[in-house]
């Protein structure tokens, strides 16, 4: 956009993502304060329904159709009277409040300074503060992950805006609803190279679902009330907003009976799925002798549905990733995980299928290894709430853009009416496949006194009663965890899926306490994700987060050795990480981090100890971390190589050997 020559005040802007150059003055009035109330202002709330859509032009459009209600029996009761200008910092923490934000994880900076003022003005909301901006937006997705409600993260401008980069980037490859606030320099000096000026919005464009530079204070409300809406509707998604210093400073008297501006997204969101679109499905279903279900992090809202489902059918259910705990893991036509390190027996469900019911998943490469391979023998049904999903990366043979939980509400009702009619008998089905967990059972081996890392969180699952909410971070540790812990319910098990960004379990722990204070929270971590945002051992302290730390370490990057030892002949390249000229020796000492945090810690070495260890850990109040030290030849299996197929699976082997 040109710069703007005239230093008149410029006439109410759109909000737009490109550099603008202005010379608006700033006003320099300081804010008046009153003890009289505004009158009450209704909340606004969305009806947010999704159904059957063709593609759409926006790749990440969401799919639900919405309708805009007042809901009465909410009120917001404002700090300040109708007619008193504040502050834009002021306008915006209130139109947090307004969208329910109890919680923020915001580092503060020269661009942001007066945004935390207005914070501390707040009595409603409460401000987590990370030591790091990269802690604060993994912390914000944890608080997401954990609890389905928008995790709000605050930033300054430049290095700490860049410093929300791998979280958005993060959220935007596992549909995490994140809205993050990064202060920018003064309108007037965008695009002049300022001190610690970077253009965030271009820089966030491809890894945020949408971004906004605000350039006009009396937008402030709508864009924070469209922000949410996006965020939080269709297929979630983080949303970026931007806002210049000097909007922050003016003063304005705030408008919160505002519309969305979101004509080509509300026009692109599908309404509820055709009833002979699912009485397709459920034919296909009947018809079937081995159908299994496919399901991913798009079903965490619709468990109780998804259950429903399997009740009235009798199919076995295969989890992503991403999609572990939207069915109990412990139930018998539980599958487990598949993919390159699930179980033998899912992957074999897959292979021999003849009907896959993929249910809010995106076939990600780590899933299906060679795509043509994959599911060969089956016909495809696809439900998805993103249309640009559908056919990306398989062909199904019947799709339907929509909310996974209207399509499951919709085929139980049919089930419910026609089930008996259709005598669904998948017995031959399961016994085959039961014969397979015997065969291949998920498994490991132990060496002396050393503690097997499966071992480990075999316990950990034991003394917790597989209710505990899991964090990890990324590698050889995250995989372990997602095969032997038992997640019972959605929103137990948070981790960096997509992106695989490591260093996400601590601050994605904090996150998860702070949202859920009355549960056990644990980073299963490694040493190597752990040390990438250690400083977040402070925040734990001075906030009194019952987080406990379960370190698995082995001193390397594990599974990059275990690729290593299988395809570069053992050849280290840059993966221990110890001390070379002291190998006997644990390094660095992790318990000196949390001496210096003021946790308590301990360290245990043999398995016969482990057990009393984590009881410990669990019993302690507060936060604690446990040091287990584990070998570092164990690899993650079964495995099947990088865009390899069912019959490429590796079962056996480790470190131990040589391939």
Same mark, same amino acid.
């Given at each position: 956009?040109?710069? /703007? ?12 993502? *490109? ?8 006003s ?12 009450p202002? !209704?909340?606004?709330? +969305?009806?947010?329904?999704c *159904? ?10 969401a ?14 009761i ?9 502050k ?27 945004i ?21 937006v ?5 608080y997401?992950?954990?609890s389905?409600i ?13 410093? $929300?980069? *791998?979280?958005?980037?993060d ?9 993050a606030?990064?202060g920018?320099v ?5 695009g002049?190279d /300022?001190?610690?000026?970077t253009?965030? =919005?271009?820089?966030?464009r ?6 906004? $530079?605000?350039?006009?204070? #009396? ?31 003016q003063l ?12 080509g997204?509300?026009?692109?969101? !599908?309404?509820a ?11 296909? =279903?009947s ?10 992090? &798009? ?19 295969a ?8 069915f ?15 179980t033998?027996?899912a992957?074999?469900?897959? #292979? ?5 019911l993929?249910?809010?998943?995106r +076939? ?13 023998r ?14 990306k ?9 929509s ?7 919709g ?6 009416t ?11 089905w399961?016994q ?7 065969k +291949? ?11 097997? !890392?499966?071992? /480990?969180?075999? @316990? ?10 899991? *964090?990890?971070?990324v &590698? ?13 319910k959605?929103?137990?098990?948070l ?7 490591m260093?996400?379990?601590l601050p994605? /722990? ?43 370490n082995?001193?390397h990057?594990?599974? @990059? ?14 993966t221990?990480?110890g ?6 020796e ?32 669990? #019993?302690?109040p ?7 030290i ?8 079964p ?8 019959? #490429?699976?590796?079962t ?8």
């Amino acid at each position: 956009m040109a710069a /703007a020559t005239s230093n008149s005040a410029l006439p109410k802007l759109s909000t737009l993502t *490109s550099s603008f150059k202005s010379s608006i003055p700033i006003s320099k009035s300081s804010l008046p304060f009153s003890t009289t109330p505004q009158k009450p202002t !209704p909340y606004r709330s +969305f009806d947010v329904s999704c *159904s059957l859509s063709h593609a759409s032009s926006n790749p990440r459009s969401a799919a639900a159709s919405v309708t805009q209600k007042t809901a009465p029996p909410h009120y917001f009761i404002s700090r300040y009277a109708d007619d008193e200008p504040r502050k834009g910092a002021d306008i915006l923490v209130e139109a947090l409040e307004r969208e329910g934000v109890k919680d923020v994880f915001a580092y503060p900076g020269g661009a942001s300074m007066e945004i935390h003022q207005a914070l501390t003005r707040s009595k409603i909301i409460r401000n987590v503060l990370p030591r790091h901006e990269q802690g604060g937006v993994f912390a914000a997705e944890g608080y997401a992950r954990s609890s389905g409600i928008p995790g709000v993260c605050i930033a300054t401008s430049g290095p700490g805006a860049t410093n $929300l980069v *791998s979280g958005l980037a993060d959220a935007m490859l596992d549909s995490i609803p994140l809205v993050a606030i990064t202060g920018q320099v003064p309108r007037r000096m965008i695009g002049t190279d /300022a001190f610690q000026e970077t253009p965030i =919005v271009e820089v966030t464009r491809s890894i945020t679902k949408h971004n906004y $530079l605000v350039l006009d204070v #009396d937008d402030i409300p709508r864009i924070v009330s469209e922000a949410f809406f996006l965020a939080s509707s269709g297929r979630p998604g983080p949303v970026l907003i931007d806002v210049p210093k000097d909007i922050q400073q003016q003063l304005a008297v705030p408008k919160w009976n505002h519309s969305l501006r979101l004509p080509g997204y509300l026009s692109r969101l !599908p309404k509820a799925p055709a009833e002979a679109h699912l009485e397709q499905i459920v034919r296909l =279903v009947s018809e079937s002798k081995k159908p299994v279900l496919y399901v991913g992090g &798009g079903c965490l809202n619709s468990s109780e549905e998804l259950k429903r489902f399997v009740e009235l059918t009798g199919i076995p259910v295969a989890s992503t990733l991403m999609g572990l705990g939207a069915f109990p893991i412990s139930d018998e036509l539980s599958l487990q995980m598949l993919g390159m390190h699930g179980t033998v027996y899912a992957n074999y469900a897959v #292979d021999k299928s003849d009907l896959l019911l993929a249910f809010g998943v995106r +076939f990600d490469d780590r899933v299906t290894g060679k795509l043509e391979a994959f599911a060969s023998r089956a016909k495809i049904v696809h439900i998805d709430i993103d249309s640009a999903e559908i056919g990306k990366n398989k062909q199904p043979h019947m799709s339907v853009c929509s909310d996974v939980k209207l399509a499951l509400q919709g085929i139980n009702k049919i089930l419910e009416t026609t089930g008996a009619k259709l005598n669904l008998d998948y017995s031959e089905w399961r016994q085959e496949l039961n014969e397979q967990k015997l065969k +291949f059972p998920l498994s490991y081996k132990t060496f002396g006194e050393a503690i097997p !890392p499966q071992y /480990a969180i075999q @316990v950990l699952d034991e003394l917790t009663g597989g209710n505990a909410i899991i *964090s990890t971070g990324v &590698g050889q540790h995250q995989m372990w965890a997602a095969q032997f812990y038992k997640y019972k319910k959605p929103r137990q098990w948070l981790t960096s899926g997509g992106l695989g960004a490591m260093g996400f379990g601590l601050p994605a /722990a904090i996150g998860a306490a702070v949202a859920n204070p009355e549960a056990v929270v644990v980073d299963i971590d490694g040493d190597g994700s752990f040390i990438m945002n250690v400083q977040e051992l402070a925040t734990i302290r001075v906030e009194n987060l019952p987080v406990k730390i379960l370190l698995l370490n082995n001193q390397h990057l594990g599974m @990059v050795v275990q690729w290593e030892d299988r395809f570069y002949k053992a050849n280290r390249a840059h993966t221990y990480l110890g001390d070379p000229s002291n190998e006997s020796e644990i390094f660095p000492n992790m318990l000196k981090f949390a001496e210096a945090c003021g946790i308590p810690a301990a360290r245990v070495t043999k398995k016969e100890d482990l057990k009393a260890a984590i009881q410990k850990m669990l #019993d302690t109040p507060g936060p604690y971390l446990l040091d287990v030290i584990v070998p570092h030849q164990e690899h993650v299996l079964p495995m099947i190589p990088s865009g390899g197929a069912f019959k #490429d699976v590796i079962t056996e082997g480790d470190g131990r050997t040589q391939y």
